[in-house]
């Protein structure tokens, strides 16, 4: 059974970072196009960031280049977020999320099979 699990969200002054963890179980993350997209209250859920298999290319939104980077550790089983420079905008719940299919939806919420619970992140003006 495949299990992914967000950690890290919280409250933050705007202008400051968090960091976002996911832990996943029940697959070989090596294997597999890592994803963190996030959906605000009566919006779409939005592609945020991504990771190409094994780790060796990453993709950004353009609403998050510069200011956010992914990383993952496939022995650990880990991927994280690191954000900075947080604004109000950035304000939603974070799902971490993984896919197997066309490299070229990799931005696309419905190429992603294995979705975590979200962590909420809050940012204050």
């Known amino acids: 059974q495949v299990q992914m699990a967000e950690s890290g969200g919280g409250v933050v002054q705007a202008g400051g970072s968090l960091r976002l963890s996911c832990v996943v179980s029940?697959?070989?993350?090596?294997?597999?196009?890592m994803g963190w997209f996030r959906q605000a209250p009566g919006k779409e859920r939005e592609f945020v960031a991504a990771?190409?298999?094994?780790?060796?290319?990453?993709y950004y939104s353009q609403s998050v280049e510069g200011r956010f980077t992914m990383s993952r550790d496939n022995a650990k089983k880990m991927v994280y977020l690191q954000m900075s420079a947080l604004n109000p905008r950035a304000a939603a719940v974070y799902y971490c999320?993984?896919?197997?299919?066309?490299?070229?939806?990799?931005?696309?919420?419905?190429?992603?099979?294995?979705w975590g619970q979200g962590t909420q992140v809050t940012v204050s003006s």
């Open positions: 990771s190409k298999r094994p780790g060796s290319n990453t």
């Open positions: 999320t993984s896919s197997t299919g066309a490299l070229s939806g990799i931005r696309k919420p419905e190429m992603y099979r294995y």
């Open positions: 029940g697959l070989n993350v090596y294997n597999y196009h």
